[in-house]
């Protein structure tokens, strides 16, 4: 599951337009961490592992923040934003792993898959 920090606070997928509004707005001009927790478990073993990135937004306009919340694409997306769609837009930079603020941090979780024997 992936999950938005912001400061101390954790931003969860908008529950309507103005829950959009205000995430966004939180986060204009803001650094905030994306973290992916990631579980597999076979064979008997259990394995685990958080990854972490840091997302950095442009200072965004009223208009800009209404136009996005409006365009439909955030509602299902923690902290009201998508890096694969239009919300790339929104982001000035990211330091770490891009596939993780997407909801799959894809090369760690290979090296994971590699410990069991599934990957090669």
Not at 13 to 31: E, I, N, Y
Not at 38 to 51: C, D, H, L, N, P
Not at 74 to 82: L, R
Request: with cysteine; hydrophobic share 40%.
């Amino acid at each position: 599951d992936t999950t938005v920090v912001l400061g101390s606070a954790i931003l969860g997928k908008p529950h309507d337009r103005a829950d959009c509004v205000r995430m966004l707005t939180a986060l204009s001009g803001q650094t905030h961490r994306v973290i992916t927790g990631t579980a597999f478990v076979a064979g008997g073993k259990t394995r685990s592992f958080s990854e972490v990135t840091e997302v950095t937004f442009f200072g965004l306009s009223p208009a800009e923040i209404a136009a996005y919340a409006d365009s439909g694409e955030p509602y299902d997306k923690a902290g009201g934003y998508g890096i694969q769609g239009q919300g790339a837009l929104l982001v000035e930079r990211i330091c770490g792993d891009y596939c993780n603020v997407v909801g799959l941090p894809v090369a760690r979780l290979a090296r994971l898959l590699r410990t069991f024997g599934i990957l090669k």
